[in-house]
């Protein structure tokens, strides 16, 4: 499939016989968009702020999310497709038999007499929201047929760009002898013209739809039809393919792959040429590529390393995927290099993932596997005889064998004791019901009981696929939630519950994300003996300090047990015990010491009147799903501590009660006093919540409940204080600052995990005001507790300043796009100080007041000064615009820093002031006066004149810098005069992507210091280029520069010597939302806020290099 990675999502999924190929934006196939390495999962807690239940986030869950979001590679999600077809269609041959199949047949093809050209018929199946034809998603029938005709020309080598392809590739460029035909008569035998338009009844569709029912419910008999679906795909998704498969041949086993959804599906905005199609998909090779996998192709790279085949003799061998984009120079990467003759990578092939402009040729060994595919395999050796493009129908009916418990409906009765296998392969989510612990996700099936009040017990531990399976009570128009379950035995699902005697219960077998498989339902059931001794609250089991008691819920009941929230939701049925309290933290715990899923309750009063203390479902600290919860107790008050399980779970357990006294600050009245220069050792491990509020003081776009910690006081100075901990914990902390009073706390400021603060640990720069108090909490993500060293106002040296070896052409001049004109920025770095010992804001900024500028001794004002350093860790950028500079260029800029009075620096002489008040800037006009015209090597020739100012005679005289050429992305290009005098006439290679994305701005700034004149002039020819690229520099990540983060909406982008390099920007879903080429020595302004707040990834991809940056849109 294809995915967009710098652009739509070119998602090849690939339904393949050894897999669905689906790509999604990570950046690649499914784009789960999960952490990165070293990135925490904030999950486990009721609190957590992905807001997910323990029964959604296990640690296997956690582990298959992992899996998924590092299995699909960037732009197509083969290989894992591959993995989630091997878990339906376990019976499917491997990768490897698939191959020596294919040899096999390859070798027993040669000798035989050549295939002719094939015709193949199509339907195309718009999946449109009610639009009109021609108008939206529901493409027009032009647009449809110009898919067509791509086809054509890519399968028979007939396309124009063929001339493209470079002299290395010519001998084994392929005509693929295949040929597409919209179909002209119907299933039924009603005339059409190939094009089948269905309301779908919304805006996007993920795979997931497709799959799960839309297919099935729209697919025209596949022996007899190519059927293609085309529609808005979310998730980044630009299509996918089932790859055929080869039941019934010799040496193949059967593949399983269903019928019922055979053909390609394509994203309405790659479909086609023009209309609503965008660029860089918008050629179609999209279809082509999806066509490519249908008919037995793999992704050119291998889906892998270099010793990852994609079993074609006559392609390079690569390293992955590539994503060349325009102007796609050739030789590019050679990243499998084999010695003497090795070529470079084959990045034009329609099987790799650059854009459609780069793509121009298939090659006889992938032709060859066609041959042998279109002979062999099931739905598409019978499509060589269809006659639907001549008008007549099918013979014979499709029939989809869809389970006769598809539906709620047609519940399949089971009873206790039974053992039950099925399939969910043909499976549809017509009928998938709502939330029940679990989401349900994938197609299903269902099954209904009559309860006689025993506990029932369901188990898929024994299905080969990952499993998920939802309990309800009721009837099938109204039913009730009784409990869910997805990873409770490895991937696979079991469930435990008592049940109400008389009361029908439904049953859904299901899968995780989109799997299916073969599942074994077992259906046991207990009849409960006597409940425990201490079932009732009234019957609690008294426990002490330092006690550990065996306990049990298997015969528990619910009766009397608590409903309402007390820190969890209690999960009946449980059992009571109680303690009575003696001034010290009790901590009572199922830590690692019990058979299920526990939590943990706790009250004080009396049975009669419960007072909520304190619960805990699954502590951050405990691995297996089981509880542990702190209060302080009062002495002689007694307490009562209720042990039950998550989602009415039972078993044995352990629990262990523990007293220590808490920490001497352990709450806000005897906090702590603290100054600037201190630094404190701690440990919040027998600390508690107690009298903090609900939610911490992070501005983000998560609320985390706060939990136990200890308190401290600071006394404010009227300048910024940086309280941190950063690199210094044992644990995930959290600092938060609160004004006010202790009885009435105000959230002032908070930080969770600072910028470059290893373990998630936490750094916090802010403002005070000269003698209020300010309260600081440091404790624990998600109730994580540990040692801790808090520094208040670290102090630095600074040792050193110099001009930033990032920018070595020093300050330039503004002209009024990125500052006032006659100002400039300069940048300079400086040594002795780290992130984490400046004091600044939080969107890095820092007081003008700090710089003093002295130029020949005279001071001129600063009016804007930075702290970058979320780029390049470890190395210090200041950014200062200056203000005032003097007409003619002055010597002996003196640049004074005065952080805080331990912070301070002179650098003398530290660089030379540019003159910045030129004059003679008057530019009148601007005309074309001719040109545009091809060279024919890449390049067009363009002639200006220039009314209202005198230019130099030669190109020797003429400064390349004072003109400017500008794309639709409005980067500026300046390039070299050829011709003086009267006009000016330049050469232009068209080496930059946005010169054919739009209209040319041409920007004429005659005098240092002037404003530049600008002026729309004309449309880019369409010029073939074919230009190598600049020489590397340094380490990608030392060539760019992304702030501030947090943002208010404009972040900056700043390049040095790269040779070349795309910008791509995700959303926290993973989502692909910007993509923007980069150049050297440019200065780009990115406006995030349309995108909406919260984090964002920019990755930057050049230079066989790439670098992510979290960046937070306030």
């Not at 080598?157 to 179909?183: G, K």
């Not at 270099?306 to 590539?322: E, L, R, Y």
């Not at 390099?1061 to 959303?1067: D, I, W």
């Amino acid at each position: 499939m294809r995915f967009t990675t710098h652009k739509p999502l070119l998602l090849c999924i690939s339904l393949c016989l050894m897999g669905v190929m689906a790509f999604a934006q990570q950046p690649g196939t499914n784009r789960f968009m999960l952490p990165e390495q070293g990135q925490k999962v904030k999950a486990g807690t009721e609190a957590a702020r992905n807001g997910l239940t323990h029964d959604q986030h296990t640690p296997q869950t956690a582990a298959k999310e992992a899996r998924l979001q590092q299995g699909p590679d960037p732009r197509c999600g083969f290989v894992y497709a591959e993995e989630l077809r091997r878990q339906k269609y376990p019976q499917l041959p491997t990768p490897q038999q698939f191959e020596r199949w294919m040899q096999s047949e390859q070798l027993r093809s040669r000798g035989q007499a050549a295939r002719q050209v094939v015709t193949i018929p199509v339907v195309v199946h718009i999946i449109h929201n009610g639009e009109e034809i021609g108008t939206g998603n529901n493409l027009s029938d032009a647009q449809v047929m110009s898919q067509i005709e791509v086809l054509n020309q890519d399968f028979r080598r007939m396309n124009a760009d063929a001339a493209n392809t470079p002299s290395d590739f010519l001998p084994v460029a392929a005509d693929s002898e295949i040929e597409f035909c919209l179909a002209t008569v119907d299933p039924f035998g009603n005339p059409t013209n190939g094009i089948n338009r269905i309301n779908g009844g919304q805006d996007f569709y993920s795979m997931s739809d497709f799959e799960g029912g839309l297919k099935q419910s729209t697919i025209w008999h596949p022996f007899y039809y190519f059927n293609i679906w085309v529609a808005p795909l979310n998730g980044g998704l630009l299509g996918y393919a089932q790859f055929p498969d080869a039941s019934g041949l010799d040496g193949m086993p059967v593949s399983g792959g269903s019928a019922a959804t055979d053909g390609i599906v394509v994203n309405a905005l790659s479909f086609g040429v023009g209309g609503s199609t965008q660029p860089p998909y918008h050629l179609g090779r999209t279809a082509t590529h999806e066509a490519g996998h249908f008919f037995g192709l793999r992704h050119i790279g291998g889906d892998g390393s270099c010793a990852v085949d994609d079993f074609v003799d006559d392609t390079p061998v690569q390293n992955g995927q590539n994503l060349t984009s325009f102007p796609c120079t050739y030789p590019g990467d050679n990243d499998c290099d084999e010695g003497p003759g090795d070529l470079p990578d084959m990045f034009q092939n329609y099987m790799d993932y650059t854009d459609d402009t780069c793509m121009n040729l298939f090659t006889l060994g992938q032709k060859a596997r066609f041959d042998v595919v279109l002979a062999n395999s099931p739905r598409r050796k019978e499509l060589l005889n269809s006659q639907v493009c001549q008008g007549i129908a099918p013979p014979d009916t499709f029939e989809i064998p869809v389970p006769e418990n598809d539906l709620c409906a047609g519940a399949l009765p089971i009873q206790c004791g039974d053992t039950v296998v099925g399939s969910t392969l043909d499976a549809t989510n017509l009928d998938t019901p709502g939330l029940c612990g679990v989401f349900p996700e994938a197609p299903g099936v269902w099954y209904s009981f009559v309860a006689g009040g025993e506990e029932v017990s369901l188990s898929l531990c024994n299905s080969d696929y990952d499993t998920k399976v939802n309990v309800y009570k009721g009837n099938c128009d109204s039913l009730e939630c009784v409990v869910g379950n997805d990873d409770d035995c490895g991937f696979q699902s079991k469930v435990d519950f008592p049940t109400d005697s008389g009361a029908t219960y439904f049953v859904y077998v299901n899968g995780w994300s989109s799997s299916v498989g073969n599942y074994e339902l077992i259906m046991s059931c207990h009849i409960p003996g006597p409940p425990p001794a201490n079932n009732l609250c009234q019957d609690a089991v008294e426990v002490a300090c330092g006690q550990s008691i065996a306990g049990t819920t298997r015969d528990a009941t619910s009766d009397g047990a608590p409903l309402d929230e007390c820190g969890t939701i209690p999960g009946a049925p449980g059992v009571w015990y109680t303690i009575v309290g003696n001034g010290q933290i009790i901590t009572a715990s199922t830590c690692d010491q019990a058979n299920y899923d526990t939590k943990i309750n706790v009250y004080s009063g009396s049975c009669d009147t419960l007072n909520c203390v304190a619960g805990n479902n699954d502590n951050f600290n405990c691995s297996d799903g089981s509880s542990k919860v702190d209060f302080v107790s009062e002495a002689g008050k007694t307490y009562y501590i209720y042990v039950n399980g998550n989602n009415g779970q039972r078993g044995d357990f352990t629990l262990s009660i523990s007293c220590n006294d808490p920490s001497d600050n352990d709450v806000c009245s005897k906090a702590i006093p603290i100054s600037c220069g201190d630094v404190i050792m701690g440990n919040t491990e027998f600390s508690t919540s107690a009298g903090v509020p609900a939610t911490d003081c992070e501005a983000g776009p998560f609320d985390d409940s706060l939990g136990p910690g200890i308190w401290y006081v600071l006394t404010g100075t009227g300048e910024n204080v940086t309280l941190s901990t950063c690199g210094e914990a044992n644990f995930d902390t959290k600092i938060d600052v609160f004004t006010g009073s202790c009885d009435s706390l105000v959230c002032y400021a908070g930080n969770d995990d600072g910028n470059g603060c290893a373990g998630f640990t936490s750094f916090l720069n802010m403002p005070t005001v000269a003698g209020e108090t300010y309260y600081v909490y440091l404790s624990g993500f998600a109730g994580a507790t540990g040692e801790f060293t808090l520094t208040v106002c670290p102090t630095c040296e600074i040792t050193g300043m110099e001009l930033d070896p990032f920018f070595p052409q020093g300050p330039v001049c503004n002209d009024g796009t990125f500052g006032p004109q006659g100002t400039y920025f300069v940048y300079f770095k400086v040594d002795g100080i780290t992130p984490t010992n400046v004091p600044l804001t939080s969107t890095g900024q820092i007081d003008t007041a700090s710089f003093e500028i002295k130029i020949n001794g005279v001071d001129y004002p600063v009016f804007e000064a930075g702290f970058d350093n979320l780029t390049i860790p470890g190395l210090n950028y200041f950014f200062v615009g200056v203000n005032g500079i003097p007409g003619t260029g002055a010597d002996d800029v003196d640049v004074f820093l005065s952080l805080k009075d331990e912070c301070e620096f002179n650098a003398l002489d530290l660089y030379d002031a540019p003159g910045c008040e030129g004059a003679g800037c008057a530019v009148n006009e601007v005309s074309v006066l001719s040109g545009p015209s091809c060279n024919g090597d890449g390049t067009f020739d363009v002639c200006f004149f220039v009314d209202g100012h005198e230019l130099p005679a030669s190109a020797a005289e003429f400064s390349s810098e004072k003109f400017f050429i500008a794309g639709a992305e409005r980067q500026e290009k300046s390039y070299e005069l050829v011709e003086g005098g009267a006009n000016i006439c330049f050469t232009i290679p068209l080496n930059d992507v946005e010169l054919n994305n739009g209209n040319i701005d041409v920007f004429i700034q005659l005098g240092i210091g002037c404003k530049r004149y600008k002026t729309q002039l004309f449309a880019p020819p369409a010029c073939n280029a074919r230009f190598g690229s600049s020489p590397a520099g340094t380490s990608l990540q030392e060539q760019i520069r992304i702030y501030p983060n947090p943002t208010q909406g404009v972040l900056n982008v700043q390049t040095g010597a790269l040779t070349g390099a795309q910008l791509q920007v995700m959303n926290a879903l993973g989502q692909l939302v910007y993509t923007l080429p980069l150049q050297a020595y440019t200065h780009k302004q990115l406006q995030l806020a349309r995108f909406g707040s919260g984090l964002f990834i920019v990755r930057i991809i050049g230079e066989g290099q790439r670098i992510d940056r979290k960046i937070i849109v306030e």
